[in-house]
């Protein structure tokens, strides 16, 4: 499994962009090797989030990269924010007891 990790600061309206990613997220559902995300919003500073999504292997990110349908994702996103996306491997997990 690896994990992708984007943090976005959100430089148009926050209501579009979070509709725009809510269509990117729903590309993604469809890929083969996707397994889950999660979008954060910074609690103090409401233009900032985090997408955390978990893959089943950087073969099947890549490929949902690579799919032509992305592209206007990507685009669409880039004209209302600017991002730092990483790709990270699992090493400690620890949930409550």
Request: charged share 25%; hydrophobic share 45%; aromatic share 12%.
């Amino acid at each position: 499994m690896i994990t992708f990790i984007n943090r976005f600061h959100v430089t148009g309206a926050t209501a579009e962009f979070e509709a725009a990613f809510d269509a990117t997220s729903a590309f993604f559902a469809d890929r083969p090797g996707f397994l889950n995300h999660r979008l954060l919003q910074h609690l103090d500073e409401p233009h900032l989030y985090v997408n955390i999504a978990d893959w089943k292997d950087e073969e099947s990110f890549r490929a949902a990269l690579a799919h032509p349908e992305f592209a206007a994702h990507r685009a669409r996103l880039r004209t209302l924010s600017s991002s730092d996306p990483n790709l990270y491997v699992p090493l400690l997990e620890r949930v409550a007891r």
